[in-house]
């Protein structure tokens, strides 16, 4: 009753925003600067912080212009590191609105929202003889997280970055060449083009022996998935995407958030999820790419189209769609 209309945890957390019990944050204590458009996040969390396996990544909530948006991003620390901070590694993309916010705006001291570290993009408990890191541009992240944390005795990296300057780590990586921990191949694809994937065979003879992980754009991904799928070892690759696939676009429509009573017209390309982000709505999400089920939302009205596979569901009784990755297909109702 004394603190009525807040909570007596609010005022906690005026005080003591990382203490146990508190919903699980942490504070940004340092940015540093990577390439010209990338960061590296230092971060300590909170009490109730469970720590993480080498590749995984962390839900990061971040207020941005006075809204709070989740995003994953990997963490590139080790697992054993002794001062109990960790660290992501971002790269600003084209109107990226948290990516950028982190990259250039971010301030030492800021709170950010946390989720526990998820994901199976890790390495094995038994430790394989010969390993292959397949990556490009910001898919270095989850790779540089498992290159700090355990050494291998035969490690190939091939990573790809537009120019030299754009090799996030690069320094690292190459003390890491010096100290014959790693053999690498960097592949610069504003003068070399982009890696072609049958070349594996002349870069890394034995490639078809090794355990990868591969991380990068959608293009280099699907091309890994059917090259190790031809030569029958597709168990041996790991593949992590950043995005989902969007193979089917259509027709969008007026989109009806009843619940929050807002109407918007969506095309039919965008996610529901950023549509009602975009128009206020409280949508509640996850990995934002068809993985966790965190955004699932009942269809009250109307249809949507799976972005992934241009499959339509049409509401009825009990229908939930994945709002991350469907699209209006005409009018619709979703209830938030
Ligand atoms: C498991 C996982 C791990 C991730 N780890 C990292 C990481 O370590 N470092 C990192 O920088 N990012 C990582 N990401 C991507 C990150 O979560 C965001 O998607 C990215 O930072 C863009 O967010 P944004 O708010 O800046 O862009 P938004 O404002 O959401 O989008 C702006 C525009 O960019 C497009 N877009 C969205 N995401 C991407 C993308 N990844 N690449 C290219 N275009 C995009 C959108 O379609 C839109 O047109 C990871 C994603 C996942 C799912
Ligand atoms: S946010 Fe993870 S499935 Fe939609």
Redesign the pocket.
Known sequence: MVTTPLLPSDYLDLVSPLRAGADLRGRIEAVHPETAD?ATIVIRPGRGWRGHTAGQ?VRIGVD?DGRR?W??????SPTNRQDGRVT???????????????VRRAKPGTLVQLDQPT?D?VLPEAKPAKVLYLTAG?GI??VMGMLRDIDFDDVVMIHSAPQPQDVIFRDELHDLVAAKKLRLTEVHTDTDGVLDIARLDELVPDWAERETWACG?AGLLDAAEEFWSERGVRERLHT????PGIVAAGDGGEVTFSATGKTVEADGA?PLL?IGEEAGVLMPSG???G?CFGCVTPLKAGAVRDLRTGEITEAEPGVLIQTCVSAAAGPCDIER
């Open positions: 990338a990544y941005v948006l995003r994953a991003y990997s963490i590139t992501i590694t971002v790269k600003a993309i084209p109107d990226g609105k948290v990516s950028n916010h982190l994901g993009f910001s992240t989850p754009p992590e995407r950043f995005r965008t950023d990995c934002r790419m993985i």
